[in-house]
């Protein structure tokens, strides 16, 4: 089992930034993507950006050059600074584990782009 734990979402105005923090316990395998994804209100879940365990990044056409993922020291948790931001941005954050052929989703955290 994998537990994550997400935190810092909240509001913000266009234009501004906010860093999200998935935080990973539990059986981390040696090789794993970690990933980021949204859900905006009546639309499907998306990937915004993903890490693998060896470093290598992937991100959305829609946020390439404002958003950034990376890894803490100890590689057990992954953050999302998200720059410029748009009210499009506007969504339910999930942080995503995927490794030794299972995967676990935290619980989510809300992000709104708004003045």
């Known amino acids: 089992q994998v537990q994550l734990v997400e935190s810092g979402g909240g509001l913000v105005q266009p234009g501004g930034s906010l860093r999200l923090s998935c935080a990973a316990s539990g059986s981390i395998n040696s090789f794993y993507f970690m990933d980021w994804y949204r859900q905006a209100p009546g639309k499907q879940r998306e990937l915004v950006a993903s890490?693998?365990?060896?470093?290598?990044?992937n991100y959305a056409d829609s946020v390439k050059g404002r958003f950034t993922i990376s890894r803490g020291n100890a590689k057990d948790t992954v953050y999302l600074q998200m720059s410029t931001l748009k009210p499009e941005d506007t969504a339910v954050y999930y942080c995503?584990?995927?490794?030794?052929?299972?995967?676990?989703w935290g619980q989510g955290t809300q992000v709104t782009v708004s003045s």
């Open positions: 890490i693998t365990s060896g470093g290598s990044t």
């Open positions: 995503h584990y995927a490794g030794g052929l299972k995967t676990f």
